[in-house]
């Protein structure tokens, strides 16, 4: 089995400071504090090439510009996952179809979509955290016959906080070989389904369905305690650190390095990742 390979110092691979002009195409709200926001450039083209796990900063003159993974990609679009949690999300939120924004990218490395092909993939994610890895999880079922059994393990506070609940429900679960399961750390009496903590639920699912950790990648997105407890899961099932592939796209703010904000154990986010091994950060002193 070869071993995961991921592309580092890719930083400056768009031009960092100049954005584009881009149009609001579709908003759709995924919860009560998340929306997808779709866009184009104005003569109706995808804003720049990018590939699964790479970033665009997104900006709404004159408030302020943030961060976001693309989500999915088109030939004519670019789309992100914007969920509300300060002042420059809120006006974010605020847009409308037709509204212009800047856009500039892309940013950062990308996951390592090639050198998994022919393993088993497992995505773990909590909350807003399956945004950044849908853009993986959409190349493998578009390039089905590139990688194995493909099984999704997400969990969220409550079913109102689910993200691309058509997906989870309608769409994935409905590919050849894919397996998707899905937690509440909160039941209601809307929700039928496990009500289990995203560490515990991925431990059930191993041994439900009897997983091997055998040509398995594992990816890994979502925040600090998910990030802890999966992780002390995914060393006790036996996955090697190797095999844990995580995004640490959230730290990210300037993307060119300049701010310091992504900074961890004498390594900026921006300029090195977002895209690690848990081998690569295994000597990092974080919190997460």
Excluded at 27 to 45: H, Y
Aim: hydrophobic content about 35%; proline content about 6%; aromatic content about 10%.
């Amino acid at each position: 089995m070869s071993k995961i390979g991921i592309f580092h110092g890719c930083a400056h691979l768009c031009e960092p400071y100049v954005p584009q002009v881009c149009r609001v195409v579709r908003i759709e709200s995924q919860t009560r504090d998340v929306k997808s926001i779709r866009l184009q450039t104005l003569d109706g083209a995808r804003p720049f090439d990018v590939l699964p796990g790479q970033l665009g900063m997104l900006s709404v003159p004159p408030f302020g510009e943030c961060m976001f993974a693309a989500t999915s990609f088109g030939d004519d679009y670019v789309e992100m996952a914007v969920k509300r949690v300060g002042f420059v999300t809120e006006r974010i939120h605020e847009l409308g179809e037709g509204d212009q924004v800047g856009l500039r990218g892309p940013y950062g490395n990308w996951f390592p979509y090639e050198s998994c092909r022919g393993r088993d993939m497992l995505f773990v994610s909590g909350g807003i955290g399956l945004a950044p890895v849908r853009s993986f999880i959409r190349h493998c079922l578009d390039h089905r016959d590139d990688y194995g059994r493909i099984d999704i393990v997400y969990s969220a506070s409550s079913k109102a906080d689910l993200v691309y609940l058509d997906e989870l429900t309608n769409d994935w679960p409905n590919r050849p070989d894919t397996h998707v399961h899905v937690s509440v750390y909160h039941g209601s009496d809307d929700w039928d389904g496990p009500v289990s903590y995203t560490a515990p639920y991925l431990e059930q699912v191993f041994r439900d369905n009897g997983l091997s950790t055998e040509n398995r990648a594992v990816v890994l997105c979502g925040g600090p305690s998910l990030f802890r407890t999966c992780r002390a899961t995914l060393s006790e099932l036996g996955v090697s650190p190797a095999d844990i592939i995580t995004t640490l796209e959230a730290r990210m703010k300037c993307g060119v390095g300049k701010c310091g904000r992504c900074n961890i154990g004498g390594r900026f986010i921006c300029l090195d990742g977002p895209v690690f091994t848990e081998e690569e950060l295994a000597s990092v002193a974080r919190d997460f």
